[in-house]
């Protein structure tokens, strides 16, 4: 077994009414049950949008820093991240592709290591 990251940034959403976002509930949370009865899902989540809630740690120097917001200004954000864990490729390939459907917008895979 392999373990799977699917994600999304943000910025990959789009601009959408509020409205749209609610026809998006259900077949989103559907592809999850469908993980958890398939026995493949280890963890599904979206992040905090407000990056002001942020905080990073940054040890590099020698000496732990924490600090509040993003640890680095970026032009994307992680939005939200799934991680699976299954037999192959072509397994990750159907769930990444029910979690895209599902949400409405484009996912990222990458292979946990």
Excluded at 15 to 28: C, G, I, L, Q
Excluded at 47 to 75: Q, R
């Amino acid at each position: 077994m392999t373990q799977y990251a699917i994600y999304f940034h943000q910025q990959w959403v789009g601009d959408h009414p509020a409205e749209w976002f609610r026809t998006r509930v259900e077949p989103s949370t559907a592809v999850v049950r469908d993980m958890e009865a398939a026995g493949v899902l280890v963890f599904a989540g979206g992040l905090e949008e407000d990056l002001a809630d942020a905080f990073s740690a940054d040890a590099t120097s020698g000496t732990l820093s924490i600090t509040d917001g993003p640890y680095t200004e970026t032009v994307e954000q992680l939005g939200g991240i799934t991680i699976i864990d299954v037999p192959d490729l072509e397994t990750a390939k159907l769930w990444a592709g029910r979690v895209a459907e599902g949400c409405g917008w484009p996912q990222e895979v990458r292979v946990i290591r």
